[in-house]
């Protein structure tokens, strides 16, 4: 495992890493939503309903909200096993909805707190908790699909049952950084006693991070444009077509964002991103009816291209290069990254570990100068 990054784009790929990492979700928080899901799901599984998680937090690219403190999103199909010959959109939707009320007012859980209220969306319901909230989208299962997973939905703006496969996107998402994937589980192994026991929803492949870049770049450039704020959706999904298994963060969210154009179709007229894992549902719908979000859209892929590749550069010091960084992802992981890497360079440095280069340059390459160690007590020990 590299301590200290060698090159100037590691280094600054390590910050970005560790930038990013500090918006993971934390384990309370994870644990929380977690434990809430999972007592909505039994209540749910009482009436028939299968409940399970879809989204960022089965993907593993949450990322800390910008713009709503503390609040995370937690997506949920409720699946009944219903032919869609004997129930309307409508009707499955209310039904949901009932049993969310039910939920709601006789709430007695102990593992979980009760949600605050319960409101509709065009699509799903939708549970609000202090700290995150729960969009319970109500679904039935596709049965003119080939794929065992394929799901019909409802939407109160389309006549028609609209298509999806979260659980086949998943798979899809995973098998795009495949071979990463595999190293990353088997590097948590260590932590988890085998390879089996590693949640996959725990593993950060470099794929992951990307994602988790543009998503926190994205909630800061559009932090007062809400409406016209790209969906987590068509960014994981353009990311994951135009990744080729970079290994630098820096180097993969570039030339991701350079290959986005690639996989932007034109049918008919109609911008079209399509979900890989489920035929006909397309991520840029709402380009067709709002072209500013298209618009807007290019906007921010232009801003993102701009911001990484003016770290790389930057040339007025590092105290100017942690500026930039912190204008694009926000102050406050900035300075815990740099802390945390601080940290880390110190652990290296005692232990001999860290090398000056000519131009001086931190690294751990062993054709430099040996750094002293520093001992805090006015004086260093050399090696």
Same mark, same amino acid.
């Given at each position: 495992?590299?301590?200290?990054?060698?090159?100037?784009?590691?280094?600054?790929?390590?910050?970005?890493?560790?930038?990013?990492?500090?918006?993971?979700?934390?384990?309370?928080?994870?644990?929380?939503?977690?434990?809430?899901?999972?007592?909505?799901?039994?209540?749910?599984?009482?009436?028939?309903?299968?409940?399970?998680?879809?989204?960022?937090?089965?993907?593993?690219?949450?990322?800390?909200?910008?713009?709503?403190?503390?609040?995370?999103?937690?997506?949920?199909?409720?699946?009944?096993?219903?032919?869609?010959?004997?129930?309307?959109?409508?009707?499955?939707?209310?039904?949901?909805?009932?049993?969310?009320?039910?939920?709601?007012?006789?709430?007695?859980?102990?593992?979980?707190?009760?949600?605050?209220?319960?409101?509709?969306?065009?699509?799903?319901?939708?549970?609000?908790?202090?700290?995150?909230?729960?969009?319970?989208?109500?679904?039935?299962?596709?049965?003119?699909?080939?794929?065992?997973?394929?799901?019909?939905?409802?939407?109160?703006?389309?006549?028609?049952?609209?298509?999806?496969?979260?659980?086949?996107?998943?798979?899809?998402?995973?098998?795009?950084?495949?071979?990463?994937?595999?190293?990353?589980?088997?590097?948590?192994?260590?932590?988890?006693?085998?390879?089996?026991?590693?949640?996959?929803?725990?593993?950060?492949?470099?794929?992951?991070?990307?994602?988790?870049?543009?998503?926190?770049?994205?909630?800061?450039?559009?932090?007062?444009?809400?409406?016209?704020?790209?969906?987590?959706?068509?960014?994981?999904?353009?990311?994951?077509?135009?990744?080729?298994?970079?290994?630098?963060?820096?180097?993969?969210?570039?030339?991701?964002?350079?290959?986005?154009?690639?996989?932007?179709?034109?049918?008919?007229?109609?911008?079209?991103?399509?979900?890989?894992?489920?035929?006909?549902?397309?991520?840029?719908?709402?380009?067709?009816?709002?072209?500013?979000?298209?618009?807007?859209?290019?906007?921010? /892929?232009?801003?993102?291209?701009?911001? *990484? #590749?003016?770290?790389?550069?930057? =040339?007025?010091? $590092? @105290? &100017?290069?942690?500026?930039?960084?912190?204008?694009?992802?926000?102050?406050?992981?900035?300075?815990?990254?740099?802390?945390?890497?601080?940290?880390?360079?110190?652990?290296? /440095?005692?232990?001999?570990?860290?090398? *000056? #280069?000519?131009?001086?340059?931190? =690294?751990?390459? $062993? @054709? &430099?100068?040996?750094?002293?160690?520093?001992?805090?007590?006015?004086?260093?020990?050399?090696?």
């Amino acid at each position: 495992m590299t301590i200290l990054a060698d090159t100037k784009e590691e280094q600054i790929s390590q910050l970005l890493g560790a930038t990013i990492a500090q918006l993971d979700i934390n384990e309370a928080a994870f644990r929380a939503a977690e434990s809430c899901y999972q007592d909505l799901g039994y209540h749910l599984s009482e009436a028939g309903a299968q409940v399970y998680v879809q989204g960022s937090f089965m993907l593993g690219t949450v990322v800390r909200p910008y713009h709503r403190a503390g609040e995370y999103d937690l997506d949920l199909v409720s699946l009944l096993d219903i032919a869609k010959t004997s129930i309307t959109q409508e009707e499955l939707k209310k039904r949901v909805g009932r049993l969310l009320a039910d939920y709601d007012r006789n709430h007695n859980s102990t593992a979980c707190e009760s949600p605050d209220h319960v409101s509709e969306g065009r699509r799903s319901w939708c549970l609000h908790y202090e700290h995150f909230h729960m969009d319970v989208l109500p679904a039935i299962p596709d049965a003119e699909s080939s794929s065992a997973t394929a799901i019909e939905l409802t939407d109160l703006n389309l006549r028609n049952w609209q298509k999806s496969d979260p659980l086949a996107y998943v798979e899809w998402f995973r098998s795009q950084c495949a071979t990463q994937f595999d190293s990353e589980r088997a590097a948590l192994a260590k932590s988890y006693g085998s390879v089996d026991a590693v949640p996959k929803h725990r593993v950060r492949t470099p794929l992951h991070r990307v994602v988790q870049i543009l998503k926190r770049h994205r909630d800061i450039f559009f932090a007062n444009d809400l409406d016209d704020r790209p969906p987590s959706s068509l960014i994981t999904t353009l990311a994951g077509l135009a990744y080729q298994g970079e290994t630098d963060l820096i180097d993969a969210t570039v030339s991701a964002v350079q290959r986005m154009h690639d996989h932007i179709e034109n049918r008919g007229g109609n911008y079209w991103v399509e979900n890989p894992a489920c035929k006909g549902e397309n991520f840029a719908d709402k380009w067709n009816d709002y072209e500013i979000r298209r618009l807007k859209f290019e906007q921010w /892929r232009a801003a993102v291209e701009h911001d *990484l #590749t003016s770290f790389v550069l930057e =040339t007025s010091g $590092t @105290t &100017a290069l942690h500026r930039r960084v912190a204008n694009a992802f926000g102050s406050d992981p900035v300075e815990k990254a740099l802390q945390q890497i601080g940290a880390t360079t110190n652990r290296a /440095r005692v232990g001999g570990r860290v090398h *000056l #280069t000519p131009g001086g340059r931190l =690294t751990t390459s $062993t @054709t &430099a100068t040996t750094v002293a160690a520093h001992r805090f007590y006015g004086g260093q020990t050399t090696r």
